[in-house]
């Protein structure tokens, strides 16, 4: 069987639909904005994530948060199908509140563990798929999601917003707040080390400790998830690599296959309204 992805997003609430089947190598190392929360359907997936190796088989639940970097391998040679919610962050918070009795102040929702066998969940992630992906009706798939949820409740727990983050070094968090602001330019090492009162090479180390990968990578990936909102919104390819820094369409083009397995156009054909 080959490769092929099947993506559709809601129109309610931009929450992205993803269905794919991989043999061999799926992903790069990469992150997304959204909360993932899928499901392993046929064969075996593995993938790294937390500086752990996960190996996931049908009906097993993979849960991951933004900004969360996992690649992804298929180890046997049928390879394996998955199906995935894309949820968008501001989408959680707000309708958790409605699950829990008080939702601590100035946290964000957090998943315990990034994988897990829960059949009750696993189910509910696959009807709330297939509620979403087919746009059922509108009171169906809320129906369906709210399912989810309370089923998503038994693996969730709060952590503080935390700026800066102690866990991490303050020369990373300071590169990356740099990378951040400074998405659309072509940034040097040498730059970036300058600004945050260190060398390159003390930086790199500091920066590979904290996040799992270098800047160059970082600073692509973060481009990357930039890209997906902007040609979800109708944004043409052209004008996105302009926006974000990339040399041409065709350089935004390369990267973003390698991360998505989609070109940026039949991403936006996926998931937005426009005309063909």
């Not at 970082?218 to 997906?228: P, V």
Request: glycine residues 6%.
């Amino acid at each position: 069987m080959t490769n092929w992805i099947d993506l559709s997003q809601d129109a309610d609430t931009g929450i992205e639909s993803v269905r794919a089947h991989f043999t061999g190598h799926a992903y790069d190392p990469h992150w997304h904005d959204s909360y993932l929360v899928g499901a392993t359907e046929q064969g075996v997936q593995q993938f790294n994530c937390r500086r752990a190796r996960h190996v996931s088989t049908p009906g097993q639940v993979f849960l991951l948060e933004p900004g969360e970097i996992h690649d992804g391998l298929a180890p046997t040679a049928d390879g394996f199908t998955y199906f995935t919610l894309y949820l968008e962050p501001d989408w959680l918070q707000a309708e958790l509140p409605g699950l829990f009795e008080q939702a601590p102040a100035n946290s964000l929702p957090s998943f315990a563990d990034t994988q897990c066998n829960d059949v009750r969940l696993s189910g509910a992630i696959m009807r709330a798929f297939d509620a979403v992906h087919r746009q059922d009706l509108r009171i169906v798939r809320q129906t369906a999601m709210d399912d989810m949820l309370a089923c998503l409740t038994q693996h969730l727990h709060w952590r503080k917003r935390l700026n800066p983050d102690p866990r991490l070094p303050l020369t990373a968090q300071r590169a990356r707040d740099y990378l951040h602001a400074h998405i659309d330019q072509d940034i040097g090492l040498v730059e970036l080390a300058q600004a945050c009162g260190v060398d390159r090479f003390r930086l790199s180390r500091a920066f590979k400790a904290a996040f799992g990968l270098a800047p160059h990578a970082y600073l692509i990936q973060l481009r990357l998830a930039r890209a997906r909102r902007l040609l979800a919104l109708g944004e043409s390819p052209a004008a996105v690599a302009t926006a974000l820094g990339f040399a041409d369409q065709s350089h935004l083009g390369r990267w973003f296959r390698r991360a998505y397995r989609l070109t940026p156009a039949a991403y936006q054909r996926r998931c937005s309204k426009l005309p063909d």
